[in-house]
């Protein structure tokens, strides 16, 4: 199922989940008896309660909502309209990590970044490259970004100043809440790492490339991306992307034995759709990729995250950085569709675009289509203001 | 004053001061109708409730503790011994921010990690280097450190491989808690910076250095740190720091407006100490160093944290990353004191350290003394196991 915390007007947030068109008010099927486990936990602000209750009541949750969907289809203090409510960020996040495991953007990045003719760095096959990001600015799908400030130096200058970025971008990314918690010291296996993801989130990651540059070396991205991150306001459980599965690419040099999975479809086929709107403007579609460009999968990443002891707890979020595809039209970022600001993008209007503009909304879609199966993942948005 | 979260045996964690040898249990004080104001605070397992009723009320709690301690000071069940009670982790820690403000340590980690002939690099100079942190993995004083697994790729290696770090570090650091929440989107200005700030506390951020060296290129430290990192358990108010005020090294270049401080003195001046204790041995004091070496203070670190609009919470931790002097004595890692373990440090029974070994105890401690007025800052400790 999808989950994700509304509220309607003057009331506090509580969870629901997405169905179709409509909005289903779990906290109404628990007045509703629908459960025979602890409901509370669906008047709860956030999604942890819920998550930490663990996969088999999970389950019990899907029977019991989908056993009541089919007997009281009018029941009708249950649904909303989507249009009605308002969505809030799904979980209350405790340490956000962010990946970088599509191979096409490591390389076009590291081009541009560092050495054309070294793009990919000699760790980058070896393991999944990650670092941690900033939790408290991650925000729900809607919310409007401020273009920042920051300290940039670019070629020619003599000294670096403190100015708005002129190189404000977004990063096309998948992200997956962590579902369970585990211990201090214990690493979770390859063969373990799926029980550990609870569901499925688009992610916007986006970066200040002109901060980014300046500041990352030698520690990494800082203020160049936690200005704020957006994540799309329905996780999807893992378990309904099951159709959808894939095998990933194929990872040579194979992996250390800890990451080898014995899973044979680790990925994810799922279509991701990135547009542009300029203030009162057209939509663009500025980009289409699929997250089974992925090199590194997602158990993967979380075993390698926990392969040192790190413990990680419910609401965790790990993100799988930009993901890009092969050409220029499937470029999840746009310092690769414009490679680094030299060849602007011209929009439906008219408009050129090397870097977003004041006013513009950046839109990630995603959804599954297979064997008749289809699943939509929603949509995160966020404006330039 | 000095706040803590303390046990009894069999009873839930509260909130307690540092009072010489001696716990004051608040709960108690709260029972007797010591505070006017919500007292309720002080039964939470965390201080984050307490710091976030702001620095007016805890100016009033220290008046009022105060004044309760002058007139009753026989009223027992207030106070503990220190060797009664178990510490646990003072904050609920959201996110965890580490710097790099030692140009001694930035200096001689660039001299082994890159290019000797131009270790610090050039953004060193202009902005307080940090990265974010894993929140998850910090401990306590006293918790057991597990040595961690990790890929490591060294000279000479083909291929990287997976096994125990060789090359286990410790870190001296200084940490301060967020004691305000700011808004996303709204930078908090260098003359702002010391209101957000509750209380400084020891840190020691445990360091894999042959899995640092392998994964940190580009995106940072990951695996190499998020292993553990320790705290101390009491936090010290920023305004017991007073009488330890110091003039930092002198900024040059002058740092950009929006980090040029009018504070005076905005450093601190308190000694600090490293022990290392081998297992059933004697310890050896390996290193002495002062947080008044920091070229980056703690109000330009918050207010460039701050600076693109990231919004910081009650309860995030900014350490200062390693404290070194200018000589060997003072430096605030194995890494610079043994020269990237190429010269072993030989302890009091005789035994050498690169790095550390299994049974090893790190202990950091740190106190002011000045004109008259002395304070203890404690002690954070960790055994490798």
Known sequence: MQYGIFSYPNESPRVGIRHGDRVVDLSVLAELDVFDFDSSVFYEPFLNEFIALGKEIHERARTQVQSWLTGNATHLEAYLSVDEVTMHLPVRIGDYTDFYSSIEHATNVGKMFRDPENALLPNWRHLPVGYHGRASSIVVSGTDVKRPFGQVKTNG???????????LDFELEMAFIVGKDSTLGEPVSIDEAEDYIFGIALFN??????IQKWEYVPLGPFLGKSFASSLSPWITELVDLEPFRTAGPLQSPAPLPY???RVERPNLDLELEVTLTPKNGTPTVISRSNTKFLYWSMAQQLTHHTSNGCNIRVGDLMASGTISGKDASSYGSLLEISEGGRKPLTLKDG??????????????????????????????AGRVV
């Open 157 to 167: 200058m003599d000294a670096p100043e403190f100015r708005p970025t002129e190189r």
């Open 205 to 210: 990651d986006w970066s200040a490339r002109d």
């Open 259 to 261: 990451l080898a999975s």
């Open 351 to 380: 408009s050129e675009r090397a870097f977003l503009a004041d006013g513009d909304t950046v839109t990630l879609r995603a959804f599954g289509e297979r064997d008749g199966n289809r699943i939509e993942l929603g949509e995160v």
